[in-house]
């Protein structure tokens, strides 16, 4: 159960006062912090050093692991910046706040931006990774997306000038709809989505036939990934019977890491994990979950910055052998915000990731739930659960000129001002923003600045990789 917060009780009060008052509140707020403030980024001469960041986290990893996190975060400066959230969450505390908040994906880097399923079987766009979800400044998501952007451009060539058009474009697109969501009744905030009618609709206005062809394969290819795919791919068949197959160090089966005593202990303990997970469901899910048996677990390597926290998955059954459903279990530790913005409500680290991703998406998956486990090991730890894989569709940047980055910006853009508008004082935003350009050139300033640390940080793990302070090992096919 979440604790009670004095906060949560302010911000119902404020959002129960009238527009103009909540609107006083937003221009109030402009006064004390500037809108062209954000622009400011300056490493404070106190600055941690980033790589005691990332080994204070790895410290709580799987050991033999961490390497394989440490070698993708070389591979290039967006690929460390996906794995640095808590380097960022440290830089954007000593940064200007506007006071207000809202639910914050804590991660809003493009690629946290995908298509998925809806419970309905419809295709939609929404912010996918919810693992450092906290109430906080809604800026800082803003300034997370935007830097992701610049660096993934400076990856492409794009010049100065594309750079910073891609950005501004992103940021105008969050503070329109900002202000369009002020405008609208609050039952409309929550019924608002972007479903694969609004995407062909943007692709008609933004993008040219290509892009638009492109934007139809993507989501052809999406509607394939679900849990028939996944078992064509992660399993075989052996004695009979499907089981997932190895693929280790990034896919091994649970028979295939403990001996026989221990191995038994753990599938039981799993067995309860998906028992009890279950009540968090709802009534009718949980129905639909019965129908299900555990066939087989294997612990899975994912991700970037994810990689060394004890992710599971699981190979349920249903009718016969040919009707399979995956869920992952992925561990849920303290949100790297958290240090900067308080503890989170809830005590379950689980139950926050799946409250704010409930928060923040327009639908989630119907599986999404969250337990408390104690391990083998004797160590007591939270996770939450929800399908490995329902129609998921990811964008590849390195494939995206220009203008189509401004365009998947734009998208982004919309996405996560809706996902803030239900949690926060989305009229007090809207006010605080304005009809001006002022934030969005303040926010392209910031981008530009902060990739130009994430390149420095990024040379900071390669040169600690070099020098041998932090092993690396890549694995083919990884």
């Given at each position: ?401 220009p203008r189509r980055m401004e365009a998947f ?52 793990l390669v040169d600690a990789v070099v020098t ?11």
């Amino acid at each position: 159960m979440p604790r009670k917060s004095t906060t949560a009780t302010a911000m119902r009060a404020a959002r129960h006062a009238t527009p103009e008052e909540r609107a006083a509140l937003g221009r109030e707020a402009r006064r004390r912090s500037p809108r062209s403030g954000h622009a400011e980024y300056r490493p404070s001469a106190d600055r941690p050093d980033p790589l005691t960041i990332l080994e204070a986290q790895s410290a709580a990893r799987v050991p033999e692991l961490v390497p394989i996190r440490y070698a993708r975060m070389t591979e290039s400066p967006f690929r460390f910046y996906r794995g640095a959230a808590a380097i960022m969450a440290s830089d954007l505390a000593d940064t200007p706040r506007s006071g207000l908040t809202a639910q914050l994906c804590g991660d809003a880097h493009m690629l946290n931006f995908r298509l998925l399923a809806s419970p309905e079987r419809q295709l939609m766009f929404d912010i996918n990774d919810f693992d450092e979800t906290l109430p906080g400044p809604w800026e800082w998501d803003v300034k997370r997306l935007s830097a992701s952007f610049v660096i993934a451009a400076r990856a492409n060539g794009f010049d100065d000038a594309e750079r910073a058009r891609i950005v501004r474009h992103t940021v105008r697109s969050y503070r329109e709809a900002m202000i369009r969501l002020a405008g609208m009744r609050t039952i409309d905030v929550w019924y608002a989505k972007i479903d694969a009618d609004r995407l062909e609709d943007l692709a008609t206005d933004r993008l040219q036939k290509r892009g638009r062809k492109d934007l139809a394969r993507a989501m052809a290819k999406a509607r394939t990934r679900d849990s028939l795919q996944a078992f064509d791919k992660l399993t075989e068949t052996v004695d009979g019977r499907p089981v997932i197959a190895a693929d280790p160090p990034l896919l091994v089966p649970a028979g295939d890491l403990l001996p026989d005593v221990e191995r038994t202990a753990l599938e039981r303990q799993f067995r309860g994990l998906i028992e009890r997970y279950g009540s968090t469901l709802q009534s009718d899910r949980r129905t639909l979950l019965s129908d299900y048996r555990l066939a087989d677990v294997a612990r899975k390597v994912v991700g970037v910055g994810s990689v060394g926290t004890r992710c599971w998955i699981f190979l349920l059954l249903g009718r016969d052998d040919q009707d399979p459903l995956f869920l992952q279990a992925k561990e849920a530790d303290t949100s790297v915000l958290a240090e900067h913005v308080g503890a989170s409500a809830y005590r379950n680290q689980g139950e926050r990731v799946v409250s704010g991703q409930r928060l923040m998406q327009a639908t989630s998956d119907i599986f999404l739930g969250w337990e408390r486990v104690d391990g083998i090991d004797g160590k007591r730890r939270d996770f939450y659960v929800r399908q490995l894989r329902d129609w998921k569709g990811i964008a590849m940047p390195e494939r995206m000129n220009p203008r189509r980055m401004e365009a998947f910006g734009d998208l982004c853009g919309v996405t996560l001002a809706r996902a803030h508008a239900r949690s926060g004082d989305r009229i007090a935003i809207a006010s605080y923003l304005g009809s001006g350009t002022s934030f969005d050139r303040a926010i392209a300033t910031f981008a530009e600045a902060y990739a130009d640390q994430n390149e420095r940080d990024h040379q900071a793990l390669v040169d600690a990789v070099v020098t041998g302070r932090l092993p690396a090992e890549e694995l083919p096919g990884a």
